[in-house]
């Protein structure tokens, strides 16, 4: 969980700010490999976060419903993120 947590923010950086020269043949490769790198953060973030969830919950229904309500919650939580940084940005 903490390699993706150390992954995820480098490769998005290095998403919007190359951090090698990219002339038009490479940059298609610099984009897959660090959507690559993106997508693997993501998995070594999201597999253990979903796992250690049997762990706080005991009870099988509770534990069904908190993988259901997990979608809308990541939806909740990235509308009043940004929400907030529109209006710090702008």
Not at 13 to 31: G, H, K, Q, R, T
Not at 53 to 62: A, M, S
Request: with cysteine; aromatic share 16%.
């Amino acid at each position: 969980m903490y390699a993706g947590l150390l992954l995820l923010p480098a490769c998005f950086y290095a998403m919007f700010n190359p951090v090698i020269d990219l002339d038009p043949d490479s940059a298609f490769w610099y984009v897959l490999v660090v959507a690559l790198l993106i997508r693997t953060g993501t998995t070594l973030f999201e597999v253990p976060s979903t796992a250690l969830l049997p762990d706080l919950e005991q009870d099988y229904d509770r534990r069904n419903k908190w993988l259901a309500d997990t979608p809308r919650l990541r939806l909740v939580r990235w509308k009043r993120y940004s929400h907030h940084q529109f209006f710090l940005l702008g």
